[in-house]
């Protein structure tokens, strides 16, 4: 693969565009169609925009996967629907947005947009490993700060964060982090662990802030580096940090393998090349006249065919 490759946190992006566009948006049943038609218009605007060779539409084949869970039992825990106690669980979406994504997963379909995802695996994990094989630069676009840990300058990888549609996008490389978090990428995801996150059910350690835990990882250089301070009496830890830390052993032991999207999914074969027609433009006109496509749909048609002429 050559060229520039764009890889889409599809579900952050079809939650954001459901609250972004009004559910006025509707199909000519009155279905609300607000984030097919808001995906559309993302993905026709990061395209015009970045002008990406290659994209992929990564999903959440396994949005809580049982593997993450074993380790830390309280992840994403909070966000499984009350309804579902059984397994899989099943995460708490909108009552209106829940049977637009299959919809969304048709119309990409029959564009050809490529989308993937693998059972046991989140949209993170498949991210990372279409990062991890690239070798041209590659632009991820989600509204997860999870994956600020793929930044890197000398292998061209980016995050396009979103801050107002996909209009405005903050372009984080190194020198972002840097000033925000004061970490790379390669440190992001060893601040997130220590810091903890609420909205994936990771605890953190205690006392142990974003700043705190951004000090220690300056000091210290990775997670490794911190822990063998623990164990060194000589080391610049106050006696907090080194109780607070020797408490969390149990947690920092497995949370490096949660936190750390995986590299080394199987990907299935997919051409990932941008299309400049539709794959089955019979399919496509079929959704356009039902869901009522108008408009998102022909922009984003247009857009992909003005590539071919440069």
Known sequence: ???????????????????????????????????????????????????PDHLVACMDADWRPRWRVDLIPTYKAHRVAEEHTG???????????????PVIEEVLDAIGIARVGVARYEADDVIGTFTARARGPVDIVTG????????????????????????????TDEAVLRE?????????ADLALLRGDPSDGLPGVAGIGEKTAAKLLAEFGDLAGIM????????????????????????????????????DVPLPEVGTALPDAPRDP???AGLARRWGL????ERLLTTLASRAGG
């Open 228 to 263: 063998a301070a623990v164990d060194d009496p000589g080391a610049k830890l106050t006696p907090s940090q080194r109780k607070r830390l020797t408490e969390a052993r149990p947690y920092l032991a497995v949370a490096p393998k949660v936190v750390r999207v995986a590299d």
């Open 87 to 101: 397994a899989p669980d099943a995460e708490e979406v909108p009552d209106t947005l829940a049977p637009q994504v």
């Open 1 to 51: 693969m050559t060229g520039r490759l764009m890889l889409l946190d599809t579900a952050s992006l079809y939650f954001r565009a459901y609250f972004g566009v009004p559910d006025s948006v509707r199909a000519p049943d009155g279905t609300p169609v607000n984030a097919v038609r808001g995906l559309l218009d993302f993905i026709d605007r990061l395209v015009k925009d970045h002008r």
């Open 144 to 171: 997860d700060r999870d994956l600020y840990q793929l930044v890197d300058d000398e292998r061209r990888v980016r995050v396009l964060y979103p801050l107002k549609g996909v209009g405005t996008l903050q372009v």
């Open 180 to 188: 925000k978090y004061g970490v790379d990428g390669r440190g992001y």
């Open 282 to 284: 019979a399919a496509l």
């Open 294 to 297: 108008g408009g998102s749909l």
